[in-house]
Antibody, heavy 120, light 110 residues
Framework: EVQLVESGGGLVKPGGSLRLSCAAS????????MSWVRQAPGKGLEWVGR??????????DYAAPVKGRFTISRDDSKNTLYLQMNSLKTEDTAVYYC???????????WGQGTLVTVSS | NFMLTQPHSVSESPGKTVTISCTRS????????VQWYQQRPGSSPTTVIY?????PSGVPDRFSGSIDSSSNSASLTISGLKTEDEADYYC?????????FGTGTKVTVL
């Protein structure tokens, strides 16, 4: 059974930093493309960024609102995905979901999400 | 980049059929696959349609997807509505390594 468990959310002040983790199990993590998707309170889904498997180059892509501030990385030895968030803004407040994804663009498995609140 | 626009809400009675549209603002709807996700209150999204019209195992055949190049849109149809179908639904597609979600549609089963 695929399991994705996010952690690391919490309250942070504007301009601060936070690192989210996503522990994966039930599939071959090293072969998987992974993404982060967020959802602001009462709002819709927003793609944050994606990292390919190392076999496919391990490259990352980001949505425009987070590019240059957020960094996605992976540790295949620990089956863990990370999201480093710097220079946080109030508009980054959201539940952050870790997802697996397939090349055709489907986000096929989702974690339960972790809440990040950016507020002074 | 492009946007995917959905109606804000739709409502229908149990047993009836609803169709949710998803219109792409620029670029061809047929150029990249469209997915549909269901999100029930307090839960994470799950895929109900992938690659335009494919159903994951476990999704009932009451759910179907299609694309229409003439209107540059995709559609999700739910037939034989059940109370358990009450949820938010999002379409999603991509282009040039950027992934876009639709604005979301709240389905209410009256």
């Amino acid at each position: 059974e695929v399991q994705l468990v996010e952690s690391g959310g919490g309250l942070v002040k504007p301009g601060g930093s936070l690192r989210l983790s996503c522990a994966a199990s039930g599939f071959t993590f090293s072969n998987a493309w992974m993404s982060w998707v967020r959802q602001a309170p009462g709002k819709g889904l927003e793609w944050v960024g994606r990292i390919k498997s190392k076999t496919d180059g391990g490259t990352t892509d980001y949505a425009a609102p987070v590019k240059g501030r957020f960094t996605i990385s992976r540790d295949d030895s620990k089956n863990t995905l990370y999201l480093q968030m710097n220079s946080l803004k109030t508009e980054d407040t959201a539940v952050y979901y870790c997802t697996t994804m397939v090349v055709s663009g489907n986000f096929d498995y989702w974690g339960q999400g972790t809440l990040v609140t950016v507020s002074s | 980049n492009f946007m995917l626009t959905q109606p804000h809400s739709v409502s229908e009675s149990p047993g009836k059929t609803v169709t949710i549209s998803c219109t792409r603002s620029s670029g061809s709807i047929a150029s990249n696959y469209v997915q549909w996700y269901q999100q029930r209150p307090g839960s994470s999204p799950t895929t109900v349609i992938y690659e335009d019209n494919q159903r994951p195992s476990g999704v009932p055949d009451r759910f179907s997807g299609s694309i229409d190049s003439s209107s540059n849109s995709a559609s999700l149809t739910i037939s034989g509505l059940k109370t358990e179908d009450e949820a938010d639904y999002y379409c999603q597609s991509y282009d040039s390594s950027t992934y876009v979600f639709g604005t979301g549609t709240k389905v209410t089963v009256l």
